[in-house]
Each structure stands twice: as structure tokens, then as C-alpha cells.
T-cell receptor
Framework: AQSVTQPDIHITVSEGASLELRCNYSYGATPYLFWYVQSPGQGLQLLLK??????LVQGIKGFEAEFKRSQSSFNLRKPSVHWSDAAEYFC?????????????FGDGTTLTVKP | DAGITQSPRHKVTETGTPVTLRCHQT?????MYWYRQDPGHGLRLIHYSYGVKDTDKGEVSDGYSVSRSKTEDFLLTLESATSSQTSVYFCAIRPRDSTGELFFGEGSRLTVL
């Protein structure tokens, strides 16, 4: 069975500071990994994805994530946080186009940005 | 914009009443999904569809049914709503050429009193 753990329920950072959100996954084969962002009252938006190749992937809004197979991790990073980054972030693992493309989501991390 | 519309966006109902949520898409995607979102639980898959009249259960399907009589519409029905089904419901689609990423509607907030 596939699962995702986001160890941090809530993180607060100052505007301009760096950010790292943690994600650990459990999956029996090569994982397809995703980070989504959800602003209040909105649906989820894809930030970035990994399924093969370079283990450091770039996404939208200046985010990047690094896949580390040995640690079963896919942590999200941003060098300098903006106030507009305040949102909830979800990590997800899936099977690509197999298994009906079903994804399993973590419980989310809420990011607060201090001025 | 993935062309996904959910209706209603907000609904308050009473325990025991039937409720139907609608997801409408405009781009002919084969795969559609219903998730529920609850604090501390992330998103959990209720049901999904891989074509007209082809549906299957997700991890939290008890108390829910779905139907897909047209490609563009995926309906989620609560036959007899309970307070535990108070939640925000999200519809998602997976494009044919994707590597599994999903595109979500804006959600339907359901309150069962």
C-alpha cells in the first residue's frame, strides 16, 4: 500500500527566509511524486512532479523539490518565501498512468508567513 | 484552467436527506475522481471513474455512490447524509497524457446538521 507522511502540520517562516517542507513516502515500486498547493477556499494546484530523471525538479512559483530514494523523501524547498506563499501544501504519491492513476495524499502542512 | 465545475459550491442539509454533488468537465477527460478533505486527514479518495458507466471504489466509499452517464459529468450521491459526511468535496480529473498529476475543481462544502 502506498502512503505519505508530512511530519510538520504547521510551519511559520519570516518573509524572505528559506523554506523546506518535508515529505516521506512509502511505495513498492518507482513512485510518481507530486506537490500541490491549496490557497484558502480553492482547489489544489500542482506545484511540481517527479517520476524519473534528475532528482531535483523545478516547479512553478520558484519552488523546487529533491527526490531521495534512500531516504524515501521528496522535500519541497524555496530559497526566499513571499507572503503570497502562505497556504496549505500537500505531498502525494501515485502510480503514474497505472492503477487508475490514483494518488495518495499526505495530511498537509500549513505555511504561515510572518512579515 | 482544467475546465472543471462543481455544483453546488455550498450546501447545508439535514441528517437523513439525500444529497447529490455534480462535477462537470469540458475537455473530455476519461478519468475523474471524487475526494473528500477533512482537517488532519488530507484528501481521501471516495470513488473514481475511468469512463462512462465505469466506476470503482476508493478508500472511503461507504455511504457514497457515484454515476457517470456522460463523459462530462460525474455525480456523487450521499443516499442518506450523516454528520460524519460534513466535509469539503473535491472533484479531480487526470489528463490522458499526464504522469498521474490531477487537476482539481474548487470544491463543494457540505454541512450535514
Amino acid at each position: 500500500a502506498q502512503s505519505v507522511t508530512q511530519p510538520d502540520i504547521h510551519i511559520t517562516v519570516s518573509e524572505g527566509a528559506s523554506l523546506e517542507l518535508r515529505c516521506n513516502y512509502s511505495y513498492g515500486a518507482t513512485p510518481y511524486l507530486f506537490w500541490y498547493v491549496q490557497s484558502p477556499g480553492q482547489g489544489l494546484q500542482l506545484l511540481l512532479k517527479y517520476f524519473s530523471g534528475d532528482t531535483l525538479v523545478q516547479g512553478i512559483k520558484g519552488f523546487e523539490a529533491e527526490f531521495k530514494r534512500s531516504q524515501s523523501s521528496f522535500n519541497l524547498r524555496k530559497p526566499s518565501v513571499h507572503w503570497s506563499d502562505a497556504a496549505e501544501y500537500f505531498c502525494a504519491v501515485g502510480a503514474g498512468n497505472t492503477n487508475a492513476g490514483k494518488s495518495t495524499f499526505g495530511d498537509g502542512t500549513t505555511l504561515t508567513v510572518k512579515p | 484552467d482544467a475546465g472543471i465545475t462543481q455544483s453546488p459550491r455550498h450546501k447545508v442539509t439535514e441528517t437523513g436527506t439525500p444529497v447529490t454533488l455534480r462535477c462537470h468537465q469540458t475537455e473530455n477527460h476519461r478519468y475523474m475522481y471524487w475526494y473528500r478533505q477533512d482537517p488532519g486527514h488530507g484528501l481521501r479518495l471516495i470513488h473514481y471513474s475511468y469512463g462512462v458507466k465505469d466506476t470503482d471504489k476508493g478508500e472511503v466509499s461507504d455511504g457514497y455512490s457515484v454515476s457517470r452517464s456522460k463523459t462530462e459529468d460525474f455525480l456523487l450521491t450521499l443516499e442518506s447524509a450523516t454528520s460524519s459526511q460534513t466535509s469539503v468535496y473535491f472533484c479531480a480529473i487526470r489528463p490522458r497524457d499526464s504522469t498521474g498529476e490531477l487537476f482539481f475543481g474548487e470544491g463543494s462544502r457540505l454541512t450535514v446538521l
